[in-house]
């Protein structure tokens, strides 16, 4: 268990990296939609802009996975969630900002698949549970975080989307220099294309 902790805890920090971001961007772009008097509808849409892409990520990102591997999707769609956490900042408009989360939401459904088809092709079923269960704690004290870091600064400011790029780019780094190999990608078959 010692080994297969040690060949995925990059991928298990990353992640809750990322997810602290998210969960700081959530409250972010909600507090700032309200102090920009965006209308509640318009708030709503603009959230569930993130979940329809990430319906249709679930869909699609596992091809990109198999095209481009792990570790590279992982860092593209990293990389375009940090990037896209700064343009909030600087396009205040509430079309741009759900194309923003929809953008965000299929990279965040990729962003998952990369990390549990890798701890499941890692964990052979003796470990698979004890695995996922830390996977899953850490993921939770992601979520946990970003609430308590939008405390740091006023919602009405950039610090905050700047903080949340930070954190997505710095998640980055551990997978993207991991020693550990990524697993093998089979090509997709018709059945799961």
């Given at each position: ?5 040690l ?18 961007q959530?409250?972010v772009l ?15 849409w603009?959230s ?15 091809r ?15 990389s375009i ?36 088809s ?23 004290v992601?979520?946990?975080?970003g ?13 905050l ?33």
């Open positions: 268990m010692r080994m297969l902790l060949s995925v805890m990059a991928l298990i920090v990353s992640f809750a990296l990322l997810l602290a971001g998210n969960s700081l959530f409250v909600g507090l700032r939609a309200d102090l920009e008097g965006f209308s509640l509808p318009t708030i709503g603009i569930a802009a993130y979940f329809a892409g990430f319906g249709l990520g679930a869909l699609l990102a596992p990109v996975v198999w095209i481009a591997g792990h570790i590279r999707t992982f860092a593209a769609f990293g969630v940090s990037g896209i956490a700064l343009a909030h900042a600087l396009i205040v408009d509430p079309y741009a900002w759900a194309l923003m989360r929809f953008v965000t939401g299929f990279c965040f459904a990729g962003l998952y698949i990369v990390v549990e890798w701890l499941n092709a890692r964990a052979d079923n003796r470990y698979r549970g004890r695995l996922l269960s830390l996977y899953g704690s850490a993921a939770f992601g979520y946990i975080v609430p308590i870091i939008s405390g740091l600064a006023p919602a009405s400011g950039f610090d989307f700047v903080i949340a790029s930070i954190m997505f780019s710095f998640a980055l780094v551990p997978i993207t220099l991991t020693r550990a190999s990524a697993p093998v990608v089979e090509e997709p078959t018709k059945a799961n294309s």
